[in-house]
């Protein structure tokens, strides 16, 4: 697949999303973080939930977070269509195409609109995450079916991990959520890690400012010592053996783009 043009790399942050509904948000945190070609996408309501353990969390936390949306994938431009392919999703897998018309009202500003036209997004980009752009996907070392993913952009970067235990398909987790049993531990369903931050080129370490897992905001991804520009960052055993708060039996392998 093509790489993406350098205008569309970075980091960028929803300012707005307007449906022709008339229903409209600016409060959800959305960030979307773009390299050459897989790219992150996390979504986080406005109201913050305790940093508790997912285990520690209430029915009424569980919910809060059915409303949580993460993804990664490959992006795919064709003029001024963009599509993002989901190879990871916080969200049930349900088939619906993630596809939409781009618009650079400036270089540092983008207007999507559904194709359909049936809502528009404003997106800034992050003056920081401008520099330095790359990533990598990921692939559990003792289960190949489960992957992640950590890209890099600037001064930021978004770490994503799919659950130990896929979800089954379908429209909503809410509806995974509420056929639950009642003797099953819930929170195996929101083990989809998205984690974003800042390493701030490695001087401190690497802050995670929002995250799907309560619990890391305000946490490290990795240690100072980490240089995010190292080059051979992807090749560090003991990055592979520490990613993420679900790591996988022998940590993660670099695996070929999805």
């Not at 490959?74 to 619906?96: E, M, N």
């Not at 404003?122 to 790359?134: K, Q, T």
């Not at 799919?162 to 049993?181: D, I, K, M, V, Y």
Request: proline share 7%.
């Amino acid at each position: 697949m093509q790489q993406v043009a350098q205008s569309y790399r970075g980091v960028w942050k929803r300012r707005l999303i307007q449906h022709r509904s008339g229903l409209s948000d600016s409060e959800t945190a959305v960030y979307w973080l773009q390299t050459p070609l897989l790219f992150a996408d996390l979504r986080i309501p406005s109201s913050p939930l305790p940093g508790l353990a997912l285990e520690a969390l209430s029915h009424a936390q569980y919910l809060a977070l059915c409303e949580q949306k993460g993804f990664a994938g490959v992006t795919q431009i064709d003029a001024d269509i963009c599509q993002w392919h989901r190879k990871l999703d916080y969200q049930p897998v349900s088939g619906d195409e993630d596809i939409g018309r781009m618009h650079f009202e400036t270089s540092e500003c983008l207007i999507e609109t559904a194709l359909d036209d049936s809502y528009y997004e404003i997106w800034d980009r992050l003056p920081d995450s401008l520099g330095a752009c790359r990533g990598q996907w990921l692939q559990a070392m003792d289960d190949p079916a489960r992957q992640g993913c950590l890209l890099l952009a600037g001064d930021y970067f978004l770490f994503a991990a799919s659950r130990p235990a896929p979800l089954t398909p379908g429209t909503h987790l809410r509806e995974n959520f509420s056929q639950l049993e009642s003797s099953i531990n819930p929170a195996s369903l929101f083990a989809c890690e998205l984690s974003f931050g800042r390493h701030h080129a490695g001087q401190t370490p690497w802050a995670i400012e929002c995250s799907t897992l309560p619990a890391n905001t305000g946490q490290c991804l990795l240690p100072a010592s980490v240089d995010p520009f190292a080059t051979d960052i992807f090749a560090n055993e003991a990055v592979m053996a520490s990613l993420g708060t679900f790591i996988p039996t022998g940590g993660w392998r670099c695996a070929p783009d999805p």
